[in-house]
């Protein structure tokens, strides 16, 4: 299998950088961090990842309209957020997976590597 790509975007820089050390140690390729919602939707133009990791605001905006593309192209969404509850969450995408922050780096790990087992399809 081809090594997982992982979008990052997350506007907090220390939470960025913390973030794609973990995905990195988990043996992925990290793109991004990214801030902003403009940046990371010209990567996913550019590249489709495997799994994508949001923080719900950033720069630009609520990562909303990020999310909901990535979904429409398949792509498993992790939100990252201190601002919203995992229920709230979930009730909004109830296809993505969510955790607050600060999340441990081995939860995250955890939900990367369920988010790109392949799903069963009915």
Partial sequence: METPTVLVAEDEFIIALDLCSTVEEAG???EGPYADIASAMLALQKKRPDVAILDVSLDDG???PLAERLIAEHVPVIFHSG???IEEMEARFPQATACTKPCPPG??????????????VN
């Fill in 107 to 120: 939860e995250i790990i955890a939900k990367v590597k369920a988010a790109l087992q392949p799903q069963a």
């Fill in 62 to 64: 609520e990562s909303f």
């Fill in 28 to 30: 992925c390729i990290v």
């Fill in 83 to 85: 601002h919203f509850t």
